[in-house]
């Protein structure tokens, strides 16, 4: 099922263009980080967004425990927070934090402070959030002079795209399999100092797409590129890499890029579980100072339980177009 972008609080497909909104109705954040010395390629550029979102089966009365934005403030900014699951063992709503987070930053994305840097927008929204929980988060914020900045933090994710090829992917942080790095409500996590930033030039044409790890933990980088340069719209685009991954998610037979991870990892379900049709799926966990012998255990084995090929999770993507404004 997927959610009605009316309950994202933006359209499925929205041209992103600093010229038609008033400060009253920005819904928005971009940023800046350190000056570039990056040449511009060419100047009046921002992005055209669409977006879907598809929770995991067992979360869809609440939504999901992913969250977004996407705002029209200068280029254009777009922004996806993955909840950590984990939470709910201790009775904690994974979702709450994740969707404050993204509120925050909605709201703080011109802020004079924040200086059109994802650092610092990442910051001030983290600490703005009151929630407890954590989660990971990935910011892209737009230069209409051609210059797009990234701030990510855990296994969120992003794809730059030109003329049918990644040209560019970020890296997922983790402390071990399974353990993002994680903004949380907790002092032992991470802040925006162990952010992972990126700046990069960007032409007319190029396509971003945005996801949390349920999107490219259930797609493989060939299939974004099939869907992407097949589907200009982005909003179609989004829809069926959503759709896509949801479906790799529960097929019984699909050997997914996260399982695939995790066995070359070492990470793998014993063969008289996997003759029983038990097969590798996760659940992120959160970070935890000091553990018991009890809960390393529960860590490393609780991955391994009946379920559904590939990894069920909620699913968000955003596909992005560079255009000129």
């Not at 002079?145 to 855990?154: E, F």
Request: one cysteine or more.
């Amino acid at each position: 099922m997927a959610i009605p972008m009316t309950r994202m609080m933006v359209p499925s497909s929205l041209r992103l263009s600093p010229t038609n909104i008033s400060n009253s109705t920005r819904f928005a954040f971009l940023c800046r980080c350190a000056p570039s010395e990056l040449q511009p390629l060419r100047t009046g550029l921002s992005l055209s967004a669409g977006v879907h979102a598809i929770p995991h089966p067992d979360k869809v009365e609440k939504g999901g425990e992913d969250a977004l934005f996407v705002s029209n403030y200068r280029g254009g900014v777009i922004a996806v927070a993955d909840g950590v699951s984990s939470w709910a063992e201790q009775d904690v709503d994974p979702s709450l934090f994740s969707k404050e987070l993204m509120a925050n930053a909605s709201r703080l994305v011109d802020d004079e402070e924040v200086r059109y840097d994802p650092g610092f927008l990442i910051d001030k929204a983290h600490t703005a959030t009151t929630s407890r929980g954590s989660a990971t988060i990935i910011v892209a914020m737009l230069e209409e002079v051609g210059v797009l900045k990234i701030g990510n933090v855990g296994d969120c994710g992003l794809k730059l795209l030109r003329q049918g090829q990644i040209i560019f992917s970020t890296t997922p942080q983790e402390h071990y399999f399974d353990c993002p790095y994680q903004l949380s409500s907790e002092g032992s996590a991470q802040t925006y100092l162990d952010a992972s930033f990126h700046i990069m030039e960007v032409k007319k044409g190029d396509v971003i797409v945005m996801g949390s790890d349920g999107l490219f933990d259930n797609v493989f980088d060939h299939e974004i590129v099939n869907i992407v340069t097949k589907h200009t719209d982005v909003a179609e685009s989004s829809r069926l890499l959503a759709e896509l991954a949801s479906i790799n998610s529960r097929n019984p037979g699909f050997e997914s890029p996260y399982a695939l991870e995790a066995r070359a990892k070492g990470f793998d379900v014993p063969l008289w579980k996997k003759a029983l049709g038990m097969k590798l799926t996760g659940k992120k966990k959160l970070i935890v100072p000091l553990l018991q012998k009890e809960q390393f255990l529960s860590l490393i084995f609780g991955s391994w339980k009946k379920n559904a090929g590939g990894k069920l999770d909620d699913v968000t993507v955003i596909v992005a177009q560079v255009v000129d404004s």
